[in-house]
């Protein structure tokens, strides 16, 4: 097959792209927050002593884990406002689905890390004093982050991945933008092959990052 | 007889339907070096983290310095709020088999843990605190490696420098030498032979009975669910008077020459 890969098309229109890269980063940064800091208060949740904590913690793990997000963004953004007055925009949508959905998932890691640590560093906390709470913070989640930093990674990394899902409403990010440039200059074989690219020249470096980050770590202890 | 430091009355224990034991009363007075000996599962790790409610006990009193801990009910049961539970703490330390330092943290960072945290001391008087104590156990030097780098006999005797920089009114030791190399042994048992002859409060469970002899100047051996027989080192290592005492110390003579 003789096909003239003609790029020029696609750079053309880098602002175009620009712009949703833009999007994308913004709904990365959102998510990646919100989903890693609910997913460890839905981590505590499911350790509470209140038994209602217990069961809501765990009923929100199984319900966003075995929901896919596609749904859940489709159905915030032309479900919820049909049951509540309030207005989604598609950023917000988009917010929710992937944030649920990665905080029941970085729950189920955390989750793992703080079992993982071996009962006498509680009770060596517990035995000068120190509350639950204290030894939470100061003994186990410290040890249990370090343990869990290549699951929390690819967490990451699939919530980046994850933000093109918002292109199915219309949020402006890196994929909704190929398409249009593709669908106004008949190109879609180069801008999707750009669009892959810029994903992978984003998410590569970061992931070495974090290798680096966990060798460092492992040293110390 | 001094006001005892510790007074345990009426204590009871058992896991589901595992009595471990039913009626253990302690005095302990000030400076008094109480070594537990015992059989494997005679209670004798249950009775200590009673002492400092690592394990909550079904019935029983203790008092501190003369203070009753946790609510009795009349039941018998007492309740132990959270916050009783850590003012008891803070007066008790402990020192475990396995050490459990925190890999996370250096040496010094280790012993100013509790100071800063449960006491809330800033973290520069906390340091020149933690520096004291490993002075103490001769381990100054070490103060910001990390435990991963130490010995055994060095993290225990940096998990007994974070135990004395809370300043407790008694110690407790869980068998601190029993997951030790045999040639490390010896610097641990120094340091708790130094601590005992400043006149430290101490309960020292253990499988070292010639160290026991040496330094405790009481002698509590655990049987049937309770303190089987309590005296001082010559009267129950050497001439114990009841029958499971003079069996266990049989045994443990076995292969000595
Ligand atoms: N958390 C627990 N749950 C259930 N049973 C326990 C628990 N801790 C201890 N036991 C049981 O209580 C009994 C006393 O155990 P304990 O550890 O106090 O014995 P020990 O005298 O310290 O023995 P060792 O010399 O082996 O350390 C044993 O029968 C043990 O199986
Ligand atoms: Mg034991």
Known sequence: ?221 | MPDPILRLSGLAKSFDTNTVFEDVDLDVAPGDRIAILGASGSGKSTLLRCVNLLEIPDAGRIELNGDVVGNPEKSGRARYPERELRELRKRVGMVFQQFNLFPHMTVAGNVAEGLVTVLGQSSGPARERALAELDRVGLRDKADTYPSRLSGGQKQRVAIARALAMDPEIMLFDEPTSALDPALVGEVLGVIEQLANEGRTMLLVTHEIGFAYHVANRIAFIAEGGIYEIGTPDEVLKNPRREKTQKFLAEHRRFQF
């Open chain 1, 1 to 221: 097959m003789n096909y003239n890969w003609d790029f020029a098309s696609v750079f053309d229109n880098w602002w175009a792209l620009a712009v949703g890269l833009q999007g994308t980063l913004r709904l990365f940064a959102v998510c990646l927050i919100l989903g890693m800091s609910l997913g460890l208060l839905v981590a505590l949740g499911r350790r509470a002593h209140a038994k209602p904590v217990r069961w809501a913690s765990t009923g929100f793990v199984e319900f966003f884990r075995n929901t896919p997000v596609l749904v859940q963004i489709l159905w915030f953004y032309y479900a919820l406002p049909i049951l509540a007055p309030v207005e989604i925009s598609p950023f917000m949508a988009a917010i929710l689905g992937i944030s649920l959905n990665s905080a029941a998932y970085s729950a189920e890691i955390f989750r793992g890390g703080i079992q993982s640590i071996e009962p006498g560093q509680w009770e060596a906390a517990r035995a000068i004093g120190m509350s639950g709470l204290q030894t939470m913070r100061r003994v186990v989640l410290p040890q249990a982050v370090r343990r869990i930093i290549p699951s929390l990674t690819n967490r990451g990394v699939e919530i980046f991945k994850m933000t093109t899902l918002a292109s199915v409403v219309a949020y402006v990010e890196l994929l909704q933008q190929g398409k249009l440039v593709a669908s106004l200059n008949f190109n879609p074989l180069e801008v999707y092959t750009v669009v892959a690219a810029l994903f992978l020249i984003i998410l590569y470096p970061i992931v070495r990052a974090t290798y680096g980050l966990e060798r460092r770590l492992a040293r110390s202890d």
